[in-house]
């Protein structure tokens, strides 16, 4: 067999499992039908949910002193001020978003996938795969093939591994057609936030974005109606200064230079399900939604993280292949609610009908000058409330319960060295407690592989096993007890 696993996909999703795996020691094999690393950047925000996975997996390395702060955005009805939605980090978290672009925080996860003797084979479009019971042979465009024991699709929202593997991916369009320019500008504007302009024939939008170059670099980006017309980059540009100047008003932007144009379409879908037998999807091949927000980046990186441990276990031979499903199950509930979310909030920012949009400028957009409604968009974007306390591997008790995520936290391992709950989780699992428990860390490790045991005087009263994504998996004091989650919760089984 050529790898234990291919990822398909060489995005931040399949990066972001890509290094999990190998951390973790599965032989795992990356590549991407592109010729080389993306050069432009579909988003530019990591939350702060994104933030503990990269750091989880020791690929967010100078992110946070290249990023810009992301302070909010300015919405206007033409010149007329409404609302400035602010970003209100939670003081109680000890993370927050980073603006930053995403073919930055593509370089950072290859380099970190590098450094795990993995690296991404480019020019390699999967066209076949067939499966069997013991694994799946996957078939190129150049003619080679792979035997291989899993193949996991992050290769986008025309995703060939979801086509091949016949799950279905409905889903409706919520706007026809976007527009989308990254240019150098000269704009007597604050680079210090983003501005957005609503208009009865739509909404324009312009966020500032860290490059060196000529002049400042924006990303504007408007709906505009669909004629079906193929746009040349010259046209876009044509496009975006006109409705700058019809939606908001603005005269004094000179592009300079375009570095990336482009026409799509906002679609929310819904893979049905996210694993065929041996063939799994993450990401973009698993949902697609509106970039309003920037939440498509945050919740894939997510689902390739809580993909590659239990993907381990199976591999290892530590559990059944039955634990694979509780990973559509605490995902794809997740994604329904991010689709149901960006979809409700982009139709009222297009502001389709005169209804709608006297409820965007006279409602919605003037709560977000509060406070306390900062604060809750601010919580409900970072993503740091997901929770599998419902699922299969969920459970009852005082917060947290299994399932919730638990805050990265200081501790010391054994050796009485300062370390950190997160840095820990980089190869494993971890179980915390106030005093050495050896016999709950050993019954660990037997069913899971790497388990660090790690002090906290104060956070960790019971005992609690920390899964390798941040959530909790279980707390108690008693042998028994563990054996028994182990083995009927996840399934695992002991190995010497």
């Known amino acids: 067999m050529d790898a234990e696993v291919l990822v398909a996909g060489a995005g931040p999703s399949g990066l972001v499992l890509g290094c999990a795996l190998a951390a973790q020691g599965v032989k795992v094999r990356v590549v991407d039908r592109g010729e080389g690393p993306a050069r432009t950047s579909r988003t530019n925000i990591l939350h702060a949910r994104g933030v503990e996975v990269l750091t989880r997996i020791g690929a967010l390395g100078d992110l946070p002193e290249r990023a810009l702060s992301p302070v909010g955005m300015t919405m206007y009805a033409r010149s007329r001020e409404l609302a400035t939605m602010r970003f209100a980090p ?11 672009s ?19 084979e480019y020019g390699r479009e999967v066209i076949g795969a067939a499966q069997d019971p013991r694994g799946v042979t996957v078939e190129f465009a150049d003619g080679d093939a792979l035997r291989i024991g899993w193949l996991i699709g992050c290769d986008g929202s025309r995703s060939a591994v979801r086509e091949l593997a016949d799950i279905a991916f409905p889903g409706v369009p919520v706007v026809e057609r976007f527009l989308l320019a990254d240019v150098f500008a000269d704009w007597n504007r604050s680079r210090e936030g983003s501005a957005g302009w609503f208009h009865a024939d739509g909404m324009v939008l312009a966020i500032p974005m860290r490059g060196s170059g000529e002049g400042n670099l ?57 694993r065929r037998e041996r063939i799994l999807l ?9 970039p309003i927000g920037g939440q498509g980046m945050n919740t894939g990186i997510g689902d ?11 591999i290892q031979g530590r559990a059944k292949a039955s634990l694979l499903d509780t990973y559509t199950a605490e995902r794809r509930p997740l994604a329904e609610e991010v689709l149901r979310n960006t979809t409700a909030n982009t139709r009222i920012l297009a502001g389709g009908t005169p209804l709608t949009r006297l409820v965007r400028d006279r409602l919605m957009l003037p709560l977000l000058n509060l406070p306390a409604v900062q604060r809750q968009a ?45 840095d820990a989780l980089r190869s494993g699992w971890a179980l915390v407690a106030d005093r050495e428990h050896p016999e709950l860390a050993e019954l660990a490790r037997r069913h899971l592989g790497t388990v660090a045991m790690l002090h906290n005087p104060k956070a960790a009263d019971p005992p609690i096993l920390v899964r390798p994504d941040g959530h909790l998996a279980w707390r108690g004091r008693e042998p028994d007890e563990l054996r028994d989650w182990l083995t009927g919760k996840l399934g695992t089984m002991e190995t010497a």
Not at 282 to 290: E, P, T
């Open 90 to 100: 939670d003081p109680r978290e000890s993370v927050q978003a980073l603006f930053v």
């Open 102 to 120: 995403q073919d930055e925080i593509e370089t950072r996860l290859r380099q970190r996938l590098e450094t795990l003797d993995c690296k991404v």
């Open 218 to 274: 924006w990303r504007v980006m408007a709906d505009v109606p669909d004629t079906g017309e193929h746009l040349s980059p010259d046209q876009i540009i044509d496009q975006i200064r006109a409705v700058l100047l019809d939606r908001a008003g603005v005269d004094d932007i000179a592009i300079l230079k375009a570095v990336w144009t482009s026409v799509f379409r906002i679609q929310r879908r819904l893979a049905e399900f996210y």
């Open 282 to 290: 993450a990401g973009d091949a698993a949902h697609v939604h509106s």
């Open 304 to 314: 390739a993280e809580n993909l590659a441990w239990k993907l381990t276990l199976v």
């Open 378 to 422: 601010t919580r409900t974007a970072s993503q740091l409330w997901v929770t599998y306390r419902k699922g299969p591997l969920g459970g009852r008790g005082p917060a947290p319960r299994p399932g919730d995520r638990v805050p990265d936290l200081a501790c010391s391992d054994p050796e009485g060295t300062q370390t950190s709950l997160y």
